[in-house]
Nanobody, 121 residues
Framework: QVQLVESGGGLVQPGGSLRLSCARS????????LGWYRQAPGKQRELVAR????????YYLDSVKGRFTISKGNAGSLVDLQMNNLQPEDSAVYYCNVQKLQYIAGIADFWGQGTQVTVSS
């Protein structure tokens, strides 16, 4: 089974920056998309950013456009999320997501355990 481990979360003041990374336990083949989701207490998990692996087409949640940048990672990270000008409403647990193409099962989703991002003054 594929294991994903997020890192880079922490406590920052409004306007601060964090860079999230997603390490993988093994090489993942036939990746369809790489993405980051977040879930704040009492709220639904929402898609923050996603990159289509082959075309590198990117999607961003409207509220993070211009502040967050998703990219394929390097040096052990599958996908990174650079978060700039963080605001309190960005506070949440952030999850790495990989959608993998499978010939038998179609598309499979893989998730990390999440990393806490807290933005507070």
């Amino acid at each position: 089974q594929v294991q994903l481990v997020e890192s880079g979360g922490g406590l920052v003041q409004p306007g601060g920056s964090l860079r999230l990374s997603c390490a993988r336990s093994e090489t993942i083949s036939q990746i369809y998309t790489l993405g980051w989701y977040r879930q704040a207490p009492g709220k639904q998990r929402e898609l923050v950013a996603r990159i289509q692996y082959n075309t590198e087409t990117k999607y961003y949640l409207d509220s993070v456009k211009g502040r967050f940048t998703i990219s394929k990672g390097n040096a052990g990270s599958l996908v990174d999320l650079q978060m700039n000008n963080l605001q309190p409403e960005d506070s949440a647990v952030y999850y790495c997501n990989v959608q993998k193409l499978q010939y038998i099962a179609g598309i499979a989703d893989f998730w990390g355990q999440g990393t806490q991002v807290t933005v507070s003054s």
